[in-house]
């Protein structure tokens, strides 16, 4: 899944998070084919073709997790984009930090009020911008 994409020890910057969210997308592409992940998940081809290609396209966490659903035995896309948040909740929770703190730490664009939004799925947030978000708070774990 997103949240352990990464795997422990590994580097935790945001582009690290990225490239292997990335390369997870890209596997499930490879396994199911274009066409199958086109038809199967709201993203049009191109983008289908970008993820197969290396690229990095812009991507929703919910769209990256509607891909990730058609890999074999994973859960539904609801539940990978749940757990992905959980993940960074919980950690914030541990790291003992808070989405002011996120928010003026990392440069994402987005305020404390639109970080909270992003880790409760009220916000869509770009891989991009969850990346920058766990990484930040994986490394005060």
Partial sequence: ???DAVAAGDEDSPEALLAA????LASVVAERGVDTVAGGTDLDRATVEAIEAGEQP???LEEAAE???LADDAPDADTIAWESRDHV???MTTAVVD???IAREIDIDLDGKEIQQ???GRLPTTLEQFAAI???VDARR
């Fill in 58 to 60: 812009e991507l929703t």
């Fill in 89 to 91: 909740l919980m950690g």
């Fill in 67 to 69: 891909v990730l659903a």
């Fill in 118 to 120: 992003a880790i409760e």
């Fill in 21 to 24: 969210y990335f390369e997870e």
């Fill in 1 to 3: 899944m997103l949240y």
């Fill in 99 to 101: 989405v002011d703190t």
């Fill in 134 to 136: 766990q990484a930040y």
